[in-house]
């Protein structure tokens, strides 16, 4: 079946974050996208609405074979039932984790330029943002293991939040990497935290190694947080789950979620994520070249029409990060202007850490026509931006 992706659906007026916007202009930031979800899972969803009692739920059965299944065929881990729990939603759970697993003050590390909400959550429970930041060169990312090694190495330095795949980079961390990252923590005693939302978005042909799946040590130290919110776009419908196998570990991380009341599903979130699991595949699949063909539409647009902005390649997400150090090096700045100007809205980059100064994040989950009209906005605006001399 042939799926529609290239239909324009207006989001105005219905209480999208992404689309609280003005007339005038084209959001491209929040890591949400404008298709409409599969149609698998619309039906499942529509089926269990019609039986209109909407009451506490429980975790089915049929929600840990969806996941069990899934990782098995598309990833290669075969994860054990009593390894999985449901939590409603990475970020507040991950929030929790920072709570249960280091103490007030001490530090949590990340890998800038990453997730913005990693840090708001950092500082949010009292603790400190440690930073290995990852190194870009020649075009592109990688991770800098002395330096890794260095912080890891701060006795006050208990957990560390991993982003595998990479938001904003795209980058697909290696076997081998992680399972060195897993090395280190495990010398200096270092829990880590392995944020795998975006893990189904990779591009065609590719995949992704689930922390947990890198080595033994790995398995054995790693928290590990997967959903289909980000691949299905289900985000309203908070449904994720969290994977870890060491078994006290698991016991720590069931109790700070209860605390939380982050374990409770609402009415929808096991009907949408096993029928995504069980049915959605073919939908993702024509997605993901979907994604694939806009990401390669943004390379040529950039090459041909604008050459002072670099997309940096990337082979996961839906998110591009445009390297803007050709026109100058304020992303604030340029991101306000060029929304004023063009109403193009896209994420300033220092929003995921200062190595995101030169930087802008755009979201290309969208239609092909809108995509389009985000480039001409974006040139349209990097013109009159030179135009002026900015700086
Ligand atoms: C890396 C990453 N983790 C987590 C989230 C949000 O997860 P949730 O909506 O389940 O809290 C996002 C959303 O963009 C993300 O990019």
Not at 71 to 84: G, I, P, Q, T, V
Request: some cysteine; glycine content about 6%.
């Amino acid at each position: 079946m042939k799926y529609d992706f290239d239909s324009v659906i207006n989001r105005r007026d219905t209480d999208s974050m992404k689309w609280d916007v003005e007339v005038n202009e084209l959001p491209m930031w929040v890591a949400d996208m404008d298709y409409i979800t599969a149609p698998e899972i619309l039906d499942a969803l529509k089926e269990r609405l019609d039986h209109g009692i909407l009451g506490y739920p429980v975790i089915p059965g049929r929600w840990y074979d969806a996941y069990i299944n899934w990782w098995k065929d598309r990833h290669d881990l075969a994860m054990k039932r009593e390894s999985l729990v449901f939590c409603s939603g990475v970020i507040p759970a991950v929030s929790a984790m920072i709570r249960a697993f280091s103490l007030p003050g001490s530090n949590v590390l990340i890998e800038p330029p990453v997730y913005n909400c990693f840090f708001n959550i950092i500082k949010g429970n009292g603790r400190k943002v440690q930073e290995s930041p990852l190194i870009y060169k020649n075009g592109a990312y990688e991770r800098d293991f002395e330096e890794l090694e260095k912080q890891m190495s701060d006795p006050e330095t208990e957990l560390m939040i991993l982003c595998n795949p990479q938001n904003p980079t795209g980058n697909i961390w290696k076997k081998e990497e992680l399972a060195k990252i897993g090395e280190l923590a495990e010398k200096h005693g270092v829990k880590i935290i392995s944020d795998e939302i975006h893990c189904d978005l990779t591009e065609p042909g590719m995949g992704y190694v689930p922390f947990a799946a890198a080595s033994p040590v790995c398995a054995d130290i790693g928290i590990s947080f997967i959903a289909p919110t980000k691949a299905f776009n289900l985000a309203g419908l908070k449904t994720a789950a969290v994977y870890v196998c060491n078994e006290e570990t698991r016991e720590k991380v069931k109790k700070a979620l209860d605390t939380d009341e982050l374990s409770e599903p609402n009415a929808f979130a096991s009907t949408a994520a096993i029928a995504a699991f069980e049915k959605g595949g073919p939908w993702l699949d024509g997605l993901r070249e979907y994604i694939s063909e806009n990401r390669k539409t943004v390379y040529d647009f950039l090459h041909d029409e604008l050459p002072q902005i670099h997309a940096v390649k990337g082979f996961a997400t839906y998110l591009m990060w445009l390297d803007i150090s050709g026109l100058k090096k304020d992303t604030d700045k340029f991101a306000a202007f060029l929304r004023k100007q063009t109403g193009l809205f896209l994420s300033p980059g220092v929003i995921f850490g200062q190595q995101g100064m030169d930087f802008l994040r755009m979201n290309i989950a969208c239609p092909k026509s809108v995509l389009m009209d985000g480039l001409s906005r974006l040139k349209a605006g990097a013109d009159e931006w030179m135009k002026k001399g900015e700086k």
